[in-house]
DNA sequence: ACTTAACCGAGACGGTACGTCGTGTCTTGCC
DNA sequence: GGCAAGACACGACGTACCGTCTCGGTTAAGT
C-alpha cells in the first residue's frame, strides 16, 4: 500500500531527479476523490479500477503505476481524507471526555465518511495491507488520544493504576464497532452514554489485568467460581 | 437469503406440494458443504460460485435457483454448519456461563471456521441482505441463549432487575468483534475473561436502561438508583 | 422424423392396442400448433422446444416423447399445415398452365407460410432430415403436378419430345427461391412472369438434354465454342 | 456485420488514427482463420464463439469486439477467403464466359466451403444482417462482374441490348442455388452447361424487360416480337 | 371396482454456451 | 517518460436451453 509515498521517498534517496516527466499530480488526486466518491456509493467490493479511473478520467494504466491494487489505492485515498483531526477535550471527568469522544466518532460514522470505514475494514477482511492501513492511520492516532484522557483519569483517581488501557478502549469501542458492522439495534448517542457509564463503571473497580489479580484464571468448576465474580 | 427455507415454509404453509420435481437435497448439501470447503481455502472475495458449482458436481443453474447470490449461499452455509456448536450452559453464575460461551465462540472464530464470520460480515458491509441474514440466522438466535443466561442472572440476583440485555450482550460481543476484525491486538481466552468481568462487574451495579430510570415505573423493586446516573 | 408415425404403425402392427394411457392428442395438436406459430415469429435457429413447450401448455417431456429433436417436430408440424393444394389448370398453353402455377406459389411464399418454407430450408442446411422432409412432404407432390403440365406441353408441340423435365422446372421454379432466401431483388409477379417466358421460350428450342445433343459438352477453346451457343 | 471494415473505413475517412491502442491483425486474421475451420467441421448451427475464440487463442471479448453476432463473423470468415478465387474470363462467347464462371463457383459450393455458404444463407432466413452481408460482401461484387461479361455479349450482338441483366443471372444461379439448398438432384458440371445454354438461348430471343417490349423504343434492332407475349 | 401401465403437467437436474464485465498488461500518439 | 485511450487474453458472471429425470396425478384396458 501507498506505494507512491515509497517511489516518492526513493527519488529523493538518488538525490538526482528521475528522467523524463514527472509524475502528475492532478491525476492522483483525482483518483483519490473518484475513489472516495465511488466507494461511499457501492462498497468495497462492488468498486472497479475500471470505474475509478474512468470517473477520474484517468487512464487505467496510471493508476496501475501508482497503486498495486484496490485495496492500496483505498487505503490511499481513505488516509488523504482524515481531514478534520477529533478534538479531545479535557473536562475533568473520563465519562465526559470519553462520551464526548465517542460521540464525534459516532458523527463520523453516521456521515459518509463513515461509509467507507465499514468498506475499509470490509476489504481488510482478506487483505492485511488494508486492515494494517487502517489500524495505522485511523485507529492508532485516535487511541494514542484516548489513552492520554484515560491516563488522566488514572491521575485523577477515577481509575485504577494498573487498567488494562486497550482492555477499556476495545471494550468501549468494540461496542460502537458491533452495532455499526452488523447493524442489528439503533447506534444512538444514547447508546454510546450507556456503554460508557457501564464500562467506565466496571474499569473504576475491577478493571486491572488478570495477571496482577490473584485469584485463579479459570475455576475447575463453575459453581465455584460464582463467588469470584467480584474478583 | 436463505431461500432454501423460505421456499420450504411456503411448502409446509400451503401443506400441499408444489408441482414439479422436489429439490434434490443431495445437491443442496453437496454445495454448501463445497461452499465451507472452498471458503476456508480462499476467502469470500476470491470465492467463485462456478468453482462451487464444479466442486459439488452441481450445475451452476441449481446455485443460482436456490441462492440468489454469493452470500446468501455463504450464510446458509455458514448456518447450517455452527448450528449446533455454540451451547449456553447453565453453570451457575452469569460469569460462567458468559466466559464459557464466549470462549466457545473464540474457539470457532480462531477456527477455519472464522474466515466464514469476517467473509460474512465483511460481505455484509455492502449487501444488506447478507448482513441481515447473518443476523437472522447466526446472531438471534445466538442471542435468545443469551438473553436466558443473562435472566437466570437476574433470577439469581447477580445482575438488576431492569438490566438492558442488548446493551450488555453488545458491550461483551463487540470487544470480541472488534479484536477480530481489526486485529489489533491479541484475541486470547484472558482477553475474553477480562473482558467478561469487568463487564458484568459494570452492569451488576448500573446497567439498566435510562428510560426506565427516569420513569421509576415499580418502586418497590429492590433497585438502588445511583447519583452519578444523569445525561 | 415423423417418429409419431412409425410408432401408430407400430400400434396397428401388433394389432393389439397398448396397454396403459393412449397417447394425448389434445398436447400433440397444441404442440403442433405452437411450433408453427413461434416458427413465423423466430426462424429455425432461434425456435426453442421450451418455448413451444410452454406456449402449447404442454411439458417438455411429452414434446420429447414424440419427437427426438427441433428438426423432427418442425417437419411434422410443416406438414400438418400443408392444408389447400395448390390447383394446377389446364389453360392451354404451359406458358399459362406455369406461370399459373408459380404464381400460386408466390402467394404462398409472401404469406405467413413464407417464414416456415424459409425456415424449414434453413434447418435443412444442418439437418438432413429436414430437408428430406421438405422435399418429400412439399417439392415432391408440387413437382408431380408440375411434370403433367410440362408433359401437355410436350404433347401439344410447344416443347421438345426429349425435354429434360426437371432441367427446366428446377431453372424455373429455382428463379423464384434465390431471390425469396437471398432477397435481393423483387419476387415480383411480374418477375415470374418474365422467368416463365424466357425459360419456356429457351426450353421450346434446345432444352432437350445434353446426352442427345450431338455437339461438344465443353469445346477445349472459348473461341470455337462461339457458334454452338444456338446448339 | 462485416464491422471491422466500417470501422476501419471510419478511420480513413477521419484520416486520424483513433487514439488508444490499434486493433490487433494478427488476432483478426486468427479468428477469421478458426472460423473457417470449425465450420467446416460442424456447421453453422453447432459452431460456438467460445470454440472460435478457444481455437484461434483470443479472447472471446474481442470476437464480440469486432463482430456483432455469429453471423457477421461467419460472412467475414467466408468473404476474405472468397475474395481472390471466382474470376470472370473473356473466352469471346457468353456461353463460354457464364459457364466457366458458374462452374468455378460449382467448385466451390463442392468443396469444404460449400458448407459456409450453405450456412451463411440458412442463417440469414432469421438474420437480416447476416442475409444483407452476404449480398454485399459476396453476391454483389461477383454480380458486377457478371454484368460485363453480360454486356460484352450484348456488344457482340449475342444478346439483345434492352436485356434485364439481373432477370438472366437470378435464373441462372438459381438454378445452382436451389438444387444446391434442397439436394434434390445431382448438381454436376453437366446440369451447370445445360442451365447456361438454355436460359442463355431463351435470353437470347426474348429477354428483355415487358416494359420495354412494350414501349418499342428502337425498332431498328433486330428484336422478333413473339406472339406468345401476353400477360 | 381394481389393478396396472403408460400418459400428462410441472419443473429440478448436470451441462454448455451465451454475451458482458473487470482484471492487469500492452501498445499507440501526444505532451 | 508520463499520460489518455483503449485493445488484448483471461476468467467469472448470471441467464437460457438442452435433453433427462423425478414427482403427483390422470386415463383407459384388462382383470
Redesign the pocket.
Known sequence: MASSEQKQAGEQAGSKR???????????Q?TLRSTLKLLQKTGFA?????????D???????????W???GALVVDAFASSAESQLHFPDCGSVYGDMSLQMNQFLRILHSRRGRIVSAVIAGGQSDAELIEAFRKRFLRPRRQEAYQTLRRGIERGELPQDLDLDLVLDILYGAIYMRFLIRHADLSERYINQVCRLVLDGASTIGRPLSKVKSQLRPTNGRKMQGALRN
Open positions: 528521475r528522467p523524463g516527466r514527472p509524475r502528475c499530480e492532478h491525476s492522483r483525482a462492488d468498486l472497479t479500477i475500471e470505474a475509478i479511473a474512468a477520474a478520467g484517468v487512464g487505467k494504466a496510471t493508476v496501475y503505476r501508482w498495486p491494487n484496490k
